[in-house]
Nanobody, 128 residues
Framework: QVQLVESGGGSVQPGGSLKLSCATS????????IAWFRQAPGKEREGVSC?????????YYADSVKGRFITSRDTPKGPVYLQMNSLKPEDTGVYYC????????????????????WGQGTQVTVSS
């Protein structure tokens, strides 16, 4: 059974940092990509970052987070991390990790439809 479990969310002031973790099980991470999405109240869920584990850990980022967020993994079996720095109020939302194909356009485009399994989400609030 495929499972993804996010952790590490919380409340932080603008300019602060948080590190999210995505623990995975039930599938072979080596053949997959892991994306981070977020959803703010009243807005569509949007792709934030993606790591293509199958493609030598190649990473992709939304323009809104480039230079501030880093996605990575420390071991072959994960977890997959999202280090978030210089946080802004507009980064507030529920953050989800999702598993998708290891190759192709899923990771570069972070298209929601391409990601097959999702975690339950973790809340991130950036406010003074």
């Amino acid at each position: 059974q495929v499972q993804l479990v996010e952790s590490g969310g919380g409340s932080v002031q603008p300019g602060g940092s948080l590190k999210l973790s995505c623990a995975t099980s039930g599938f072979t991470l080596d053949y997959s990509s892991i994306a981070w999405f977020r959803q703010a109240p009243g807005k569509e869920r949007e792709g934030v970052s993606c790591i293509s584990v199958a493609d030598n850990d190649l990473t992709y980022y939304a323009d809104s987070v480039k230079g501030r967020f880093i996605t990575s993994r420390d071991t072959p079996k994960g977890p997959v991390y999202l280090q978030m720095n210089s946080l802004k109020p507009e980064d507030t939302g529920v953050y989800y990790c999702a598993e998708g194909p290891g190759y192709g356009s899923a990771c570069p485009t972070m298209s929601r439809a391409a990601f097959r399994s999702w975690g339950q989400g973790t809340q991130v609030t950036v406010s003074s």
